[in-house]
């Protein structure tokens, strides 16, 4: 079982090397349908999992200049007291194990269908929203959208461990379409990492993680993404974002059926 796990985290770290998308839109309901993980254990192991790999790619998009912190703080100001809040409210609901599964089941094939719908229109979105300028918030209005965004992420991130990659840099081109695909990037992963570690903390409180499991993931994840990112450019991107989104939505019809 454990070599499975291995090649299930090399499986999912290439697919993330060459679509960018985040792991969990993929390594969560793996663990769910595949391996029969329970869903609150699927979401703590990946969440342990994102925040973990996602720290490099924090240092690396920073050395680079791609990350806007004033972003990232005002996304953390939503998104770390929702995952918290969150976090009590599972806990205060534990006893009824199997009705909080199977929200949770549900609550993962919704955040995959809006990975779905981010892969397929986020380039749309952001060539709309260049040619309306006039139709773009700003000031106060911009900070507000941006914090109540962040809440919405971490609730959804801590429940499913799924929206802070691709559902997060959609919501990124919506509110700020002048950052460059490469500051998207850079700003969605660097908030990621608080929140993902906090939701994770959590779930550790919660006792949904299973450290086993999180080893042989990141054991074959880190030659995955690697490999991914050295062919990606080999690969049409838009070759892999329908056969990604074909998956996805068979993977969410799966959960909910």
Same mark, same amino acid.
């Given at each position: 079982?454990?070599?499975? !796990?291995?090649?299930?985290?090399?499986?999912?770290?290439?697919?993330?090397?060459?679509?960018?998308?985040? &792991? &969990?839109?993929?390594?969560?309901?793996?663990?769910?349908?595949?391996? $029969?993980?329970?869903? @609150?254990?699927?979401? &703590? /192991?990946? =969440?342990?999992?994102?925040?973990?790999?996602?720290?490099?790619? /924090?240092?690396?998009?920073? !050395?680079?200049?791609?990350?806007?912190?004033?972003?990232?703080?005002?996304?953390?100001?939503?998104?770390?007291?929702?995952?918290?809040?969150?976090?009590?409210?599972?806990?205060?609901?534990? +006893?009824?194990?199997?009705?909080?599964?199977?929200?949770?089941? !549900?609550?993962?094939?919704?955040?995959?269908?809006?990975?779905?719908?981010?892969?397929?229109?986020?380039?749309?979105?952001?060539?709309?929203?260049?040619?309306?300028?006039?139709?773009?918030?700003? $000031?106060?209005?911009?900070? +507000?959208?941006?914090?109540?965004?962040?809440?919405?992420?971490?609730?959804?991130?801590?429940?499913?461990?799924?929206?802070?990659?691709?559902?997060?840099?959609?919501?990124?081109?919506?509110?700020?379409?002048?950052?460059?695909?490469?500051?998207?990037?850079?700003?969605?992963?660097?908030? #990621?990492?608080?929140? @993902?570690?906090? #939701?994770?903390? &959590?779930?550790?409180?919660?006792?949904?993680?299973?450290?086993?499991?999180?080893?042989?993931?990141?054991?074959?994840? +880190?030659?995955?993404?690697? =490999?991914?990112?050295?062919? #990606?450019?080999?690969?049409?991107?838009?070759?892999?974002?329908?056969? =990604?989104?074909?998956?996805?939505?068979? +993977?969410?019809?799966?959960?909910? !059926?």
């Amino acid at each position: 079982m454990s070599v499975s !796990y291995i090649v299930s985290g090399f499986a999912v770290g290439l697919l993330v090397g060459l679509t960018g998308v985040g &792991g &969990g839109s993929l390594m969560t309901p793996l663990l769910t349908l595949l391996f $029969g993980v329970s869903p @609150t254990v699927a979401v &703590g /192991t990946d =969440l342990a999992f994102a925040s973990a790999t996602k720290v490099a790619g /924090t240092f690396a998009h920073r !050395y680079r200049g791609n990350v806007h912190w004033h972003i990232v703080k005002h996304l953390c100001l939503g998104a770390l007291p929702a995952a918290v809040l969150t976090t009590l409210t599972l806990k205060y609901f534990g +006893v009824l194990d199997q009705e909080i599964g199977q929200i949770i089941r !549900y609550s993962i094939a919704g955040s995959v269908m809006l990975t779905v719908i981010a892969l397929i229109f986020r380039t749309r979105m952001q060539h709309w929203m260049n040619a309306h300028p006039g139709r773009q918030i700003q $000031g106060e209005k911009l900070v +507000v959208a941006t914090i109540v965004s962040g809440a919405i992420l971490g609730t959804l991130v801590t429940i499913s461990s799924i929206g802070a990659g691709a559902i997060g840099a959609t919501i990124l081109v919506l509110l700020y379409p002048r950052l460059t695909p490469a500051e998207i990037a850079g700003t969605d992963i660097a908030y #990621a990492v608080p929140l @993902t570690a906090i #939701a994770a903390l &959590g779930h550790w409180w919660l006792g949904s993680i299973n450290w086993e499991l999180l080893a042989m993931l990141l054991l074959g994840s +880190v030659p995955g993404i690697t =490999l991914g990112s050295l062919v #990606a450019r080999t690969i049409p991107e838009k070759v892999l974002r329908v056969l =990604l989104a074909s998956v996805l939505t068979t +993977v969410a019809v799966k959960l909910v !059926y």
